[in-house]
């Protein structure tokens, strides 16, 4: 199992950003497709974007043309840009691999105000 740890999230206002960032025990971000989930409040947890070890990336159309995944091999880093942020994207975030084959980090929490 590979430690993965969420950072990054806090309050915004509609329309503002956040990155999160996923930092990884081990190596794995070149070996496995990886994503980021989210758990909004009274619903199951969702992947919402992912990216495979050559770079692919692909979205759910809730955030597409808003977020942006990325990773850094050389970090054992992935990251999340959240742009035009709103309301319904107040969730935990998480990161783990596509599909999921490894414990849950903690998340962090976004919470987006109108």
């Known amino acids: 199992q590979v430690q993965l740890v969420e950072s990054g999230g806090g309050l915004a206002q509609a329309g503002g950003s956040l990155r999160l960032s996923c930092a990884a025990s081990?190596?794995?971000?070149?070996?496995?497709?990886m994503g980021w989930y989210r758990r909004a409040p009274g619903k199951q947890r969702e992947l919402i974007a992912s990216?495979?070890?050559?770079?692919?990336?692909n979205y759910a159309d809730s955030v597409k043309g808003r977020f942006t995944i990325s990773k850094d091999n050389t970090k054992n880093t992935m990251y999340l840009q959240m742009n035009s942020l709103k309301p319904e994207d107040t969730a935990v975030y998480y990161c783990?691999?596509?599909?999921?084959?490894?414990?849950w980090g903690q998340g962090t929490q976004v919470t987006v105000s109108s």
């Open positions: 990216i495979t070890t050559g770079g692919s990336t």
């Open positions: 081990g190596s794995i971000f070149s070996i496995y497709r």
């Open positions: 783990n691999l596509v599909p999921v084959l490894n414990a």
